[in-house]
């Protein structure tokens, strides 16, 4: 061999081995997608992968086989759609999915999809000539998930179209609820109460009783918001059990009904500071449809509100602006003419506290505390250089403490408060005492990384549970993730704390925030402490069901 020939045979080895060494660094994804329901293939699927933050995509073929060439090692999620299916992450559930992992000695090439079809529920709103109601506002409300113990959420909302309909498609098999809310096109609201000048003192109104309206009462009307089957009750709303590709047609009629008119009295008059009223009607516990309520001064500290459905309606009244101060509510059923007196009902107690923080860390930086009622409502205010803060006439009830400051890693670490009780992060007020909240903050939430393993072999798909030891801010704390492709999870942001880690097979539909149906688990349940700023690696031996048919 001459010394050419030599050299073209040393760089083609030097390249031969350059290419199989690259090989051995990248690898494919390659699997099928099937029907969830028949398991045979679903043609000509969109079939996607997320590399960082880029979105990859490939069309998989007539028998349904996919393939991504070419990757590094990692983990990739995973997520398929095609024409009258869910577009679905691999083996979801709720928010959690199965990442692909690829890398050396792991099987990314024998995936099987479970592509699962839609259900559709559809509908025609009319008012009550059978004419199609334009514009009206559908929401769809859906079973919560097994950790919000079934509460109903809004999975979707849209409006009608101009013949009325409405169409939400790409539904998980589940129950569901179709609530409209909706103005009759026709209405003219008007006002009973018109306040009359007195003779002597002609910058003040006065009430001097009742006129005639100011608007033809037929057309004085409003809608309710109204659930299928045409009923004006959450409680009497009939539920849509939807199976996998299953079809509804829900149909609604809306009636028209006098708006309610009533006066309310015993406000504060404040010259300086505007007044907002707003209404709200809540729906299933956990959604506030707003109503466009209409209100004219009657007299100082007086007014009349219209436009108003009967029945149980939250009031809500802005008066004066500040920090620490909070929207008075008052619930009432309203009944046409009735009088509600929006004086300060119920005890209401001021709120001083302060914030203080560990020492190393430098002490408060720029932020707020937010107390949030059982209601979900919310009052924030600012926290001072000093670490003080102050919430103004807040009413009797429980309150979540969350504290909010440019820092990150940051959380509520104890709560100790005089004149009120406290359990874990939560104050609960009772009575006119002012209260003195202090707060200690701490900095650096910790991980915890691991494999759940099932007869000593990684598990995919396994739901991975973590909950305080205490049983103390079970919803804000505990930590949840699915193990992917290769048994391996992630629970990020964890405040440093004593837990209890699960791993159980087809755990996902556990109502895990009910301590009865987690007992059985929590006993065989591995102890954790995390410290700030901490990442632990565990192995959790994965639990099998109690009950085989959960999915």
Request: aromatic fraction near 8%.
């Amino acid at each position: 061999m001459t010394e050419l020939a030599l050299l073209f045979a040393l760089l083609s080895g030097l390249g031969q081995g350059t290419a199989k060494q690259n090989a051995r660094e990248v690898y494919p994804i390659r699997g099928m997608v099937v029907d969830a329901l028949s398991g045979g293939p679903v043609a000509r699927a969109e079939v996607s992968i997320f590399a960082d933050t880029e979105e990859i995509k490939t069309t998989a073929d007539d028998d349904g086989k996919f393939v991504f060439q070419g990757l590094m090692a990692g983990k990739y999620p995973l997520y398929a759609t095609a024409q009258g299916y869910l577009r679905e992450g691999y083996n979801q559930h709720g928010t959690f999915l199965t990442a692909i992992a690829v890398g050396e000695g792991l099987d990314s090439e024998h995936i099987v999809f479970h592509l699962h079809p839609q259900a559709v529920i559809f509908g025609k709103v009319t008012n009550d000539r059978g004419e199609a109601v334009r514009h009206a506002q559908v929401m769809l409300f859906a079973d919560g998930t097994a950790s919000e113990a079934q509460r109903r959420f809004v999975q979707a909302q849209m409006q009608t179209n101009d013949l009325g309909e409405y169409r939400f498609a790409h539904l998980p098999a589940g129950g569901y609820c179709v609530a409209v809310q909706a103005q009759p096109w026709y209405a003219q609201t008007g006002f009973r109460y018109v306040p009359q000048p007195e003779q002597n003192r002609s910058a003040l109104f006065v009430y001097t009783g009742p006129v005639n309206q100011t608007a033809d009462p037929l057309l004085d009307v409003v809608y309710p918001i109204t659930f299928y089957p045409g009923v004006t009750h959450p409680e009497e709303a009939g539920e849509l059990r939807m199976t996998a590709g299953e079809t509804e047609e829900a149909d609604i009629q809306l009636e028209a009904v006098p708006s309610v008119h009533i006066r309310l009295t015993n406000l504060p008059v404040e010259e300086k500071s505007g007044i907002q009223i707003g209404a709200n009607e809540k729906i299933f516990g956990s959604f506030n449809a707003f109503i466009n309520v209409q209100h004219r001064t009657i007299s100082p500290g007086e007014y009349e509100l219209t436009g108003l459905p009967p029945g149980e309606v939250t009031l809500r009244i802005n008066q004066g602006q500040g920090a620490g101060l909070s929207p008075r509510a008052i619930d009432a059923n309203l009944i046409d003419g009735e009088q509600v007196d929006g004086g300060e009902t119920g005890t209401t107690a001021n709120v001083k506290g302060r914030v203080t923080f560990p020492l190393e860390t430098g002490g408060v930086g720029q932020g707020g505390v937010t107390l949030i009622n059982e209601e979900n409502d919310g009052v924030s205010t600012q926290v001072q250089k000093d670490g003080t803060f102050f919430f103004a006439g807040l009413r009797d009830g429980t309150y979540r403490i969350v504290v909010n400051f440019q820092a990150s890693g940051e959380y509520v670490e104890r709560v100790a408060a005089e004149g009120a009780k406290t359990f874990g992060r939560e104050i609960k007020i009772e009575g006119a005492a002012d209260v003195q909240l202090n707060i200690s903050v701490g900095r650096g939430l910790g991980q915890v990384t691991g494999v759940a393993k099932l007869d000593r072999k990684p598990e995919a798909g396994v739901m991975v549970l973590m909950v305080p030891g205490s049983g103390e801010n079970l919803e804000q704390d505990s930590r949840r993730d699915q193990s992917d492709s290769d048994g391996t999870f992630t629970l990020a942001n964890v405040v440093p704390g004593k837990y209890v880690l699960l791993a159980i097979e087809n755990g996902w539909g556990l109502h895990w925030m009910n301590p009865e149906e987690l007992k059985p688990y929590r006993a065989k349940g591995q102890i954790l402490t995390i410290a700030p700023n901490e990442t632990i690696k565990v192995i959790a031996e994965v639990q099998r069901s109690v009950n085989r048919r959960r999915q």
